[in-house]
């Protein structure tokens, strides 16, 4: 697959929802891909009448051509999510004081979704210099239950300091720099208040008064109060194409109509004015070489927990293991019921791997892949469809950051199969957004005594 690497820039606030069942309406930290997917689609229709002969952006509409294969084929582009560049960095000006304060900068880094098994200080957390620390909690916890041995582990720097050293989950986005430090992700909202006007008399109606949530689209990069620089906003996405040639045309398209585009709702209020710009990039997915990494972590700390005696099954014996960690929400559907769990059948269908699996008895299975342990939650998302001015169903969704740990006894047919995967993501609807996921995300090799 082609990625095309999208830069969003927002020059005014979003209104981006979360639409969900029996609550107010609430602002997303996020872009989800669906909205993308829908402000491109809607540019390409519009301007279907305005492409001059000869152009090579024109093949997307006639005669249904490129503009079927990008959103309604049985292979479309997959427009993942964009998360929020504008990453939490520590004043370096301020490094002599006992407390470093942080402040805003849009960095270049890869943005990740921490997995639910992250945890860190519940008085203090956060990132190093600022907070006590994160580490994460996946293989010490599969170690502990192997041995038979309760894990209840405490904030090691709250220990030294004598202070409150309970931990609690640490969730969000982050970005990791070259140097190994790492910065959490956000951004802020604000509500607006409005009043509904009268079509008839063009004025305001009595008794009609809302609030929105929005995304602010600028940040305070400075961190001392005096020296305020407002810069805006950056997200950054990716979208996935099957097709070199479709993928250069629509990034052409793209570029050439950056400032065009509008994302989110209460657009004609002026809100949802962005800039993208795209680019194609090689992909760099080292999924080997993170599978070995995380092999290798597991068996140390497998020898070190050793120490609490000898286990009823070494576990490590002839297994390879690996983890699916959500980087967005998943709709998983299991025999026409929804689930927040990838079972063994259900990945080997996502990889086509469903008719070997079905013939396997249950030894072979469990030997072929076996789901270890799970990590997940759930949500429930709607929406609306502009294209058919409709609701969008109900989903019940399990949330981004959920983990799977599986094994199996024959790494190497997974290892391309696991590649294939993270591009194309798991579950329904992966073409918004949906369902994109990371093979042994780095973060589960940060231990308790080397939190970040």
Partial sequence: MIRIKLEITALSALAIAAKKPGSVSEAEDHIPGSVIRGAIASQILQLSNQLIPGISEQNLILNGGDFESLFLSDEPAIFQNAYPAVAKVPDESNSGKTKSELFSRVVNDEVMVLPTTAVSSKTNPGFLPKGNGVFDTLIDRFCADAYNYPYDPSDPKSLKEKTDARIELYSGFYSKTKDNKYHSHS?????????????????????????????????????????????????????????????????????????????????????????????????????????????????????????????????????????????????????????????????????????????????????????????????????????????????????????????????????EKLKYLELKGVGDRTCEGFGQIQVCNEFHLIMREEEV
């Fill in 187 to 415: 951004i802020s909202t604000r509500f607006l208040t409005r009043v509904g006007i009268n079509r008839r008399r063009a004025t305001s109606e009595d008794d009609i008064l809302y609030s929105i949530e929005i995304l602010n689209e600028s940040f305070v990069e400075a961190p001392h109060a005096n020296n305020k620089s407002w810069h805006p906003v950056v997200y950054r996405s990716y979208i996935l194409v099957n097709n070199p040639e479709l993928a250069n045309v629509l990034t052409s398209f793209i570029n050439l109509n950056s400032n065009i585009f509008r994302l989110g709702g209460a657009t004609s209020r002026g809100l949802g004015k962005v800039v993208i710009k795209a680019n194609i990039e090689e992909s760099s997915a080292e999924i080997e070489a993170r599978i070995t990494e995380f092999n290798q972590q597991l068996e140390e700390r497998w020898k070190l927990w050793s120490v609490f005696g000898k286990p009823e099954k070494n576990l490590l014996e002839n297994r390879t293991y690996f983890t699916l960690d959500l980087q967005a929400d998943a709709i998983f559907i299991d025999n026409w019921r929804h689930t927040t769990v990838i079972s063994p059948a259900m990945l080997c269908q996502f990889v086509d791997l469903d008719d070997e699996f079905s013939h396997m008895n249950a030894e072979e299975k469990d030997n072929f892949l076996k789901l270890e342990v799970t990590y997940s939650s759930y949500n429930y998302r709607s929406g609306w469809n502009t294209a058919w001015g409709l609701m969008k169903d109900i989903e019940l969704v399990t949330n981004r950051g959920s983990v799977y740990l599986f094994s199996t006894n024959q790494p190497n047919l997974w290892l």
